[in-house]
């Protein structure tokens, strides 16, 4: 069976420090990924996604970046954080190809900025 | 930007209930789909609606869907105190299946 892992669960970093949110996902093969922030009481923002090793799209201009250098490795980067880099990071894959699937969530990054 | 927008933002029932909540949707989608997260947890997928759909059932769960007025909604059956958690409703566009969150419908369930 397929499981997705994300660590760590929760991190408190100092404004201007660097950032690297890790998501590996077991049991399939050339997943398609995704990176999502959700604000405190909000819905989720879809930040990048990957239908392959190397290839990113990002949805939002921003201080974050994302590369996949595995095909079931998802990394989440910022070289300096900001105050509103806070937030619950979540990643999720889903099958690849163009049909119509759902989207299978990790148990999410909390993510402090001071 | 979100596309989706949910209605009511919070919502209190006793068990037993029925739960309704609502979505709306700007753009033409492919599918919809509704998930559950429980409080500071991953979002779980609940079920998918496709665009030639209009209605779909789940156990517990009915979806309907209405394309000419770009909303969705989810009818929780005799709710129970573990449903509680918020929904969300996510329209998916455009290829791969990215998805559209809407704002989201807190569910508290009284024992």
């Known amino acids: 069976s397929q499981t997705i892992h994300q660590w760590p669960a929760t991190l408190v970093q100092p404004v201007g420090s660097p950032l690297s949110l890790e998501c590996t996902v077991e049991?399939?093969?050339?997943?398609?990924l995704y990176w999502y922030r959700q604000a405190a009481g909000r819905g989720l923002q879809l930040l990048f996604y990957?239908?392959?090793?190397?290839?990113i799209s990002s949805e939002v201009p921003q201080n974050l970046s994302a590369s996949r250098p595995q095909d079931r490795q998802f990394i989440l980067s910022s070289k300096k954080l900001l105050l509103s880099d806070s937030g619950f990071y979540l990643c999720?894959?889903?099958?690849?190809?163009?049909?119509?699937?759902?989207?299978?969530f990790g148990p999410g990054t909390r993510l402090t900025v001071t | 930007s979100q596309q989706g927008e949910e209605d009511p933002q919070a919502l209190s029932i006793q068990e037993g209930e029925n739960a309704t909540m609502n979505c709306s949707y700007k753009?033409?989608?492919?599918?919809l789909q509704w998930y559950r997260q429980n409080s500071g947890r991953g979002l779980v997928h609940l079920i998918l609606?496709?665009?030639?759909?209009r209605e779909k059932h789940s156990g517990r769960l009915r979806v309907t869907l209405d394309t000419s007025k770009k909303s969705s909604s989810l009818l929780i059956t005799a709710s129970r105190a573990a449903d509680t958690a918020s929904y969300f409703c996510?329209?998916?566009?455009?290829?791969?299946?990215?998805?559209?969150f809407g704002t989201g419908t807190r569910l508290q369930v009284f024992p």
């Open positions: 999720a894959w889903s099958e690849p190809g163009q049909g119509v699937y759902e989207q299978y």
């Open positions: 049991g399939t093969s050339n997943p398609n």
């Open positions: 990957s239908v392959g090793i190397g290839q």
């Open positions: 753009t033409s989608i492919n599918n």
């Open positions: 609606i496709r665009s030639n759909e």
């Open positions: 996510a329209a998916q566009r455009g290829a791969p299946d990215k998805l559209i």
